[in-house]
């Protein structure tokens, strides 16, 4: 039995053989599909056909929406834990897109009164989708291969600054209505098929980096950045490229990548989970993994 329980959230993308590999753990998330509730498991075999029907449905016109983890989830799932006598390491998504992170903290709080024996730490990756994904996984291979969970907290806090989220959206309107970017920002997204490229900065927030004309214009944006941010040591080469439901189009970007980026990377691809493409819209491509934060603006 592992020494301490490793959990992240449903904002997080992470190829489904690294459920097998590793024991990571789900806080799930809720989201409003046409009006009806429904709980969003990153973990269950059926993602894909899950996140394939929402993409779709957007698509086609779909009411959808989030909410965040509320405290009494994370108090609901830990608790039974706690009581068998496990300490906690949780990756949270980034405090700057959500309050999840400050509830986890709040939930935190109120357990340490009952289970003060207990380590309970959460850590504000800054990060989502496939950058929540890249930091997770190598977190558990923290674990796996001997860190504390003391150890594993000051590695991830240390090095979210190292995580590059590059992306590209085919729509601000979707990431303005969530309240993620600006009116003045979203208007970018509607001038002659510009393509902005996007980033999560330092204080986990987004920000806009290039604008260029087209997916493919888009595709080579985001393997340039890559190759110019790459070489931070110390680190697993491992790139995750997340989409909403594009899957050729995602597998082309993966090979144009793993050129970049050589033989020692591993690149994968996976489909974006809705707790973000509701968010992001159904034409989005992210690369994410550890790099520099060399990119410059144009």
Known sequence: MDSYLLFTDSAADIPQHYYDEFDIRIIPMDYLFNGESRTFHTEAPDREHVCDEVYQAMREGADVHTSQITPYRYIESWTPLLEEGHDILCLSFSSGLSATYENARMAVNQLKESFPERTITVVDTKAATAGLGVMTIAAAMNRRDGMTLEENADWLNKNVPFLCHRFSVGDLDYLHKGGRVSAAVALIG??????????????????????????????????????NEAGVEGVPKLVF???????????????????????????????????????????????CGFGHHRMEKK
Request: with cysteine.
């Open 190 to 227: 509607g001038m002659l098929n510009i393509k902005p490229i996007m980033i999560i900065d330092d204080i986990g927030k987004l920000q806009v980096t290039a604008k260029v004309r087209g997916v493919n214009a888009a595709m080579k944006a985001l393997t340039r950045s890559y190759k």
């Open 241 to 287: 490229i997340s989409h909403s439901s594009l899957y050729e189009k995602a597998e082309e970007l993966a090979e144009m990548v793993r050129k970049a980026a050589g033989p020692d990377t591993v690149v994968e691809t996976i489909c974006e989970t809705p707790i973000i493409g509701i968010h992001t819209g159904p034409e989005f491509f992210s690369v």
